[in-house]
């Protein structure tokens, strides 16, 4: 008997952020996978085995949860926010190329709040307009394209949301996109740090992105440079919808 | 007594993807504003008022929800989607800074899953790399904005994701897009028309963006442009991690 793989978003840490899709598909689970942290916030129960692994295994974990699924078993694959922004869904289907033997098998994709739209609604509407999603990490794209995709965003105007922008392992990158950001004439431009949104140790600053230290971001840190336009009005940060 | 106003994201259309925060929202509302269709979503009740309007009246409708908060009600604006990607979180922020009297009213935003996520995961992960949003309305907007973010966002490789491309109203701009991004190199890349996800009415298809024809978009379409390795395996398309 074939299983089924689904692909689930848990949201970025609170569970009142967690759709009612995604609770029903861990309710009727044989086995859960993904990074430890994302598999420790599915609640333990009879009947259901959890696979935590590290990061960085993501291609391993996708040919296992196929291989799972393949033999019966009723797989969930977790990630956090979102699993189709720079997430586990893009390796899932990576292992699925490499597999054609399990092409067929009945697989979802469910989604989830991702981190910049979840850091968004708490600090007002900075993606209100026009924007773009760079996932800063080098491990799998050249750091020129990273560049180069920075300086386009800032001709575009776009406000921009930069995931992963700094680790213990990439301590450097996230200094040098800020310096890009600053030589592109985005100095002015406001600088949203949000730390473990929802989370209990949520934490949520803004500067000027001249002001910006590559200090304040972490690899719980998302960030959101504001478009040219973009601007305070009492505690809230928001986008206009007009734009020149 | 002052009353609280929450923007809230219903999701693309299915119950099943609005979460519990935005539920709870609206079980304990008193008064829900939004678009008529959108106001439409929410199960009446004794001591729920809907105040449905037309679309193009998002400024009034914001600033009437700050209204009704500041005498008392516990008001909830909806939309669909995500509410703070091209939708009231930025309207309601408009009318807040043109009236400095309300700055103080207690306001939330509650995200939601935007169509680009509801959408990317029904047919694969074509935002698993870096990718913008861009609204084709140029109802706030010059047209030429427009379609210098389309030239550098093909420029930058995003994936590409479109709200709102073409309405009654605006019956030519998605076409002139489509010319845009065939000059500027993306002929050869996948276009993913996603139309009324999630609904019982839900369409998608996928084309060469060469192939692909204005009619294939109305306003309840959200199209994705992939980037320049997005692929398929099977029936999904997915966008690869890796990038050059």
Redesign the interface.
Known sequence: MTGTLTIAGL?PG????????VS?ALASATDILGYTPYVARVVPRPGLKLHPSDNRE?LRRATEALRLASEGHDVVVVSSG??????M??????A??AAPQW??LP?R??????AM??A???I????????????LSDN???WA?IE??LR??A????AIAIYNPRSASRPDGFARALEILKDAGCGGRLAIFARAISAPDEKIETVSLQDARPEMADMKTLVIVGNSATRR??R?I???????
Do not use: M
């Not at 979102?82 to 997430?87: E, L, S, T, Y």
């Not at 869904?89 to 990576?94: G, H, K, L, Y």
């Not at 001709?155 to 776009?158: C, H, L, R």
């Open positions: 949201g609170n569970e009142a952020l967690v759709t009612p899709e029903a993501e979102d699993p189709g922004v720079f997430a869904a893009s390796a899932v289907f990576e699925l190329e092409r067929d697989i994709v469910l989604p989830g709040i991702t739209l979840a968004a609604a708490r007002g509407a900075p993606l209100g307009h026009d924007f773009c999603a760079i996932n799998l794209k050249p394209t180069k995709r386009l965003a001709e575009a105007d776009f009005v009492g809230w928001y986008a206009p919808r007009q734009a020149r």
